[in-house]
């Protein structure tokens, strides 16, 4: 073991691990879509490290932005009015469409979350709050408690007054279930959620919490017409639509936010890792004018020390001209298409892969142990026999280097990446997925 992972191990916790077993990889560089070690190893970062990377490292626009702002003025409170802060808002409220709206800019997903939730709550002066039970929202907390899947178990018992419920999911959905298009996956998922909102009463139903597109669930992409009806639900029975777009947002699946995609307008939009990506933290919360309006005369009791950091919100200015410059939406279409290709022919060709889920460049790759039965590879929240690090290990001596959740694995490489620099790191993926397919 290197010095450097030594020293890790010994003075830092490492997140959603047990310490003993650890063993970091000592990165020393990182470049484009690449990283390397201190052996001299290079990997292609096929996750953006947490889905965040989107414009790859080492972006010089970004770097300078960060640089001239720390030499001009680090730090203001966030009761004072800066340059580089106003204009961080008005270009990500600009980038959401939400005319009228406002941004409260937080440091991280979890605390986008958290304050959503103050934030609905507030407006609507009821106290439930729906979410997805395959979902993440953040660590923290109320964004656990928002979590419908199993790293919440450690927070729990949680918050009072969070509801989860099934979203769609139809290659898990239950065995009765018979779907002939999209529109029936919708139809029944949708269904359930009715029944549920009126089982809680919509009367004390504050928010529904949605990823747009889950993320590390599985890469769920909503069915045709479920977003829509999800919205029409939430303005029948006058409850707050919130879409998470952490991950799904700025580009990742193809436009600025995902929900743009759908042709649905939430009421609140949450935000973080693609606006600055992971350069410096930052997240947000965006509401739209109605919200906004209603806390001209309500005190909003949402605080941070670091809300609106000035370095943040100059690397999201930069961030986003760079996505604008370096054509990034055309970047991610394109590339976006070979890598459904690829992964569809895996889909086909492999015995351990069940189904892959792809939009933009975000997508998921589920192992089973059996096509015709779809047995995951690991039962759900008991990889007691460690397969899954092992296959990611098996990738990672490759220089495939990404995470897996459950039984799956998710491929999100930043969005700069190029076609030979795609092409090559799935011939690595196809290479890892024959020895599995061996294992089964």
Known sequence: MSKISEMSKKYNLHSWSAQGKLNPTPVVRAEGVYFWDEAGNRYCDMSSQLVNSNLGHGNKAIIEAIKNQADKMAFMG??????????????????????????FFTNAGA???ENAVKIAKAFTKKWKIFSMYRSYHGASIGASSLCGEPRRFSAEPGVPGFIHFDGPYAYRAPKACKFGSEEDIA???????????????????????????????????????????????????????????VMAGFYRTGSSFAFRQFDVVPDIVTFAKGSTCGYVPLGGVIVNKAIADFFDDHKMFCGLTYSAHLVGCAAAIATLNEYERLNIEENVKKQGKLLADILDGFE???????????????????????????????PFNNDAGGVMPKIIAMLKAEGFATYSHENMIIVAPPLIIAEDELRGAMKLMDRVLDSVDAMI
Do not use: W
């Open 78 to 103: 966030p009761g004072y009015a800066v340059d580089v802060r106003s204009e961080a808002a008005k270009k990500l409220m600009e980038f959401s469409g939400f005319e009228g709206g406002k941004v």
């Open 111 to 113: 605390e986008s979350n």
């Open 348 to 378: 086909k060709k492999h015995r351990s892969v069940g189904q892959v889920r792809h939009i933009g460049l975000l997508a998921m790759v589920e192992l089973v142990r059996d096509k015709a039965t779809r047995e995951p590879i690991v």
């Open 187 to 245: 139809e029944f998922y949708l269904e359930l959620l009715e029944n549920q909102i009126k089982y809680e009463d919509p009367q004390m139903i504050a928010a529904v919490f949605l990823e747009t597109v889950v993320g590390s669930n599985g890469v769920l992409i909503p069915p045709e017409g479920y977003l829509k009806g999800v919205r029409e639900l939430c303005t029948r029975y006058d409850i707050m639509m919130v879409c998470d777009e």
